[in-house]
């Protein structure tokens, strides 16, 4: 077997599906829910604290932690309100009203639109809700928020 990775198709052949492997295993698909899964208390990995009310307001701290720091969002205690993300002739946006989703915006009050360019993609059947400013990478900034019990 050795011997066969020493020729430079056989190598780049198992490059490649090790990158294959690696990527299929990470893939996760964010899930639709209705608004009363997402209300109440979610805590990050690194002191990260969202939470989230049912008249659409949140509070958040903590959002300037190592994996959120580049994205400038406030480390101090935030407010503002959250939406689901919704397509329709205007294209994609956050929407106040809409019952269900997969996708949730944050619009921070006194935080420029700017900075802090963060969404929560909804995973796990809607137990964890997952950092990302790419909605095609649902994890994209590798913090998982889990409900405080």
């Known amino acids: 077997m050795f011997k066969a990775l020493r020729n430079p198709v056989h190598r780049t052949g198992v490059a490649l599906l090790s990158l294959l492997l690696l990527a299929a295993c990470s893939t996760e698909d964010a899930v639709k829910v209705p608004a009363d899964r997402i209300i109440g208390d979610w805590k990050g990995p ?30 101090s205690t935030a407010a503002g309100s959250w939406g689901f993300f919704v397509d329709d002739e205007n ?3 956050m929407s106040k009203t809409a019952k ?16 802090c360019m963060m969404d929560l993609a909804v995973l796990d059947d ?24």
């Open 91 to 93: 294209g994609s946006h």
């Open 100 to 115: 269900s989703g997969s996708r949730i915006g944050l619009s921070f009050q006194d935080v420029r639109q700017e900075d």
């Open 46 to 75: 690194d002191g990260e604290q969202l939470s989230f009310s049912i008249d659409r307001k949140f509070t958040s701290s903590g959002l300037d932690s190592k994996n959120l720091a580049a994205i400038r969002c406030p480390g």
């Open 126 to 149: 809607g137990e964890t809700l997952c950092a990302t400013n790419d909605p095609d990478v649902p994890c994209g900034l590798e913090v998982r928020f889990s409900r405080e019990k």
